[in-house]
């Protein structure tokens, strides 16, 4: 498992706004558009408001679960779980399965402590983010798929009510060179929240599940100063004893 990409893909759920690259969905009207019925928004539409709201919010807190597998394998995806509570490109994720683990964004360094060997690996957030392998928030993820890709929608599928969740996907003009074959993203556009998310890239899938989402926005936080996050929540220290391995990209 790559730890970074999990958190890289959970902190969907937890981000600031920032410009989108531009929408090069078409707008399909009506009935007939590959079978879809009319639905309330287009992908870029989503995009925005989901950035705006996000733009809006304090910190997120969600319960995670995500799967990995070779696509074209029959054999059971492997299957992480934890729970993640981000702020702006500062987050927190508690790993509980397979094995306990933790990585933390505290806003300078990602820490990804692994406790079944007693090792710690530092890497920079400014380096990952440059180097397109680690986005420490939705805006920069959803830009950087959202470079030189067409926006498309699709059903939800089973187990999603139309009325209030939307899904658009991300397919790059060029795979090759987009690093992504797809980007699939399933939107509550009711309270503007990520409830799932999909990433194929280089013959792998990458599917995670947010559920117990509680968020809080700014305005919320004023009008109840309580509901702030402790000081350290996103504060590392390295347990005594654990060797730290510093990785320069």
């Known amino acids: 498992m790559r730890p970074w990409r999990l958190l890289a893909l959970a902190l969907l759920a937890g981000a600031t706004a920032c410009p989108l690259a531009a929408d090069q969905s078409q707008a399909p009207s009506g009935e007939g558009h590959h079978g879809l019925a009319p639905l309330r928004f287009l992908p870029g539409d989503v995009l925005q408001g989901l950035l705006e709201a996000q733009d809006r919010r304090a910190w997120t807190r969600a319960d995670i679960v995500k799967s990995e597998q070779t696509l ?30 933790l990585i933390v964004a505290d806003g300078k360094f990602l820490w990804v402590e692994l406790p079944q060997v007693g090792q710690v690996y530092r890497y920079r957030q400014s380096d990952l983010a440059a180097s397109g392998n680690f986005f420490l928030d939705l805006a920069s993820s959803i830009r950087h798929y959202a470079k030189d890709s067409v926006k498309r929608r699709f059903r939800p599928g089973p187990g999603y009510d139309e009325k209030r969740v939307s899904a658009f996907e991300l397919v790059p ?15 509550d556009v009711r309270r503007w929240i990520v409830l799932q ?11 995670i599940s947010f559920t117990k989402v509680s968020v809080i926005s700014v305005r919320g936080l004023r009008l109840d100063p309580a509901q702030k996050l402790p000081k350290d929540s996103f504060k590392y220290r390295r347990p005594k004893g654990y060797e730290l391995f510093k990785i320069d990209l």
């Open 197 to 207: 998310v999909q990433l194929d890239y280089g013959g792998s899938r990458s599917d």
């Open 72 to 101: 074209g394998e029959k054999r059971a995806p492997s299957v992480t779980k934890g729970t993640m509570v981000a702020s702006g490109g500062r987050a927190r994720l508690e790993i509980s399965s397979p094995s306990p683990g």
């Open 173 to 187: 003009t060029k795979t090759s060179a987009a690093g992504f074959e797809r980007l699939r993203v399933w939107v």
